[in-house]
């Protein structure tokens, strides 16, 4: 099979790789090697097995693909994933697959517009002003001097589909969503990769968001005319991307954060492990994201009073099912 190149050597094998990277919005390099096996096992003539696909492969088709969508403000970005999640494996969706923290995700970003405006050609605009209610329960009502956890829970979720008096949605005021609405718009942001969800049940938002919407919340959440006042949205000390899973200083006041997988390499080149700003010593256990919930107290002791109930409700119970199963119960004796 030939391939037509123009001018700047972009052919049709860019053309299929950029094809493939538009359908899905954002692609790992685990995810990209298929893709451009097939490309080069068309390209050839012969197999190309995907794990003899390289980075820099992948470096060189995102390179000329960059420079073909470039006019259209659109650019290929790429960041490191900070949290460990599970998502559909499959078409059916019935099946999940873990999604391992450090794992460098590229997302087409759109360099003019954020996401929420290109969320509007799709979701209505009740839809879109639930959206904001619940990104303002991460990074507002959720991020507080005391717990930095930036996440919603699906019950928590589901109580913003009500829209508060007076709130104001695109083109007037908000109407509230059934909760079933809702909940198929938290389902289709997850599938589309714009939310992640934790194998706690935490919603938060997705490397491909926070590339597209890291202007917005910055200006939405800080505020650059007071360099005193609170910053919601903190930038890691060593790589000085958008934190959201991570490690801070044990001072409230203080502004050093580290992503966890930024943590070893910052400190290699140290003498001691000291916070990047204040220079107190690092704690290692205060932390930004999901475990500032699940690593409190107060979470622990409802799980496990949860354990507690679970246990002696199954203890109950066991009278009611031995009744009813006496041949089994003889057995075992």
């Known amino acids: 099979m030939s391939f037509d190149t123009d001018e700047n050597g972009y052919n049709d094998s860019n053309r299929a790789f950029l094809q493939a990277f538009l359908a899905r919005g954002s692609m790992t390099f685990a995810e990209a090697r298929p893709v451009l096996a097939a490309i080069f096992s068309v390209q050839e003539g012969q197999p190309t097995q995907a794990e003899d696909v ?56 759109n360099t003019t517009s954020d996401a929420l405006t290109q969320l509007a050609s799709i979701y209505s605009a009740d839809e879109i002003a639930f959206v ?11 991020n507080t001097r005391r717990s930095e956890a930036m996440v919603v829970t699906g019950i928590q979720a589901m109580q913003l589909a009500k829209a508060a008096s007076g709130s104001q949605g695109v083109g007037g005021a908000a109407q509230s969503l059934p909760m079933s609405q809702a909940e198929s718009v938290m389902k289709q942001l997850v599938d589309e990769g714009w939310f992640e969800k934790s194998r706690k049940g935490f919603y938060s938002l997705s490397p491909r968001a926070l590339l597209e919407l890291r202007g917005w919340l910055v200006a939405t959440y800080n505020d650059d005319e007071d360099e005193e006042a609170p910053q919601k949205i903190k930038f890691c000390a060593a790589c000085r991307d958008i934190i959201t899973v991570g490690q801070r200083c044990g001072n409230r006041d203080c502004s050093g954060r580290l992503h966890d997988m930024c943590v070893r390499n910052f400190f290699r080149a140290q003498k001691a492990e000291q916070c990047p700003a204040c220079k107190a010593p690092w704690p290692g256990d205060k932390f930004v994201g999901e475990r500032a919930i699940t690593t409190s107290e107060q979470y622990q002791q409802g799980k496990r009073r949860s354990t507690n109930t679970q246990q002696q409700g199954n203890r109950e119970e066991r009278p009611t099912a031995a009744a009813s199963t006496p041949d089994q119960d003889d057995a075992e004796e």
Do not use: C, W
């Open 54 to 109: 390289t980075e820099d492969d992948l470096a060189s088709y995102i390179a000329a693909a960059n420079t073909a969508i470039s006019p259209f403000d659109l650019e290929i970005r790429s960041t490191l994933r900070q949290t460990t999640s599970t998502r559909p494996n499959g078409d059916d969706g019935n099946g999940t697959q873990e999604i391992r923290a450090a794992e460098r995700v590229y997302a087409l970003v």
């Open 132 to 142: 904001k209610r619940v990104l303002d329960a991460m990074f507002d009502t959720h």
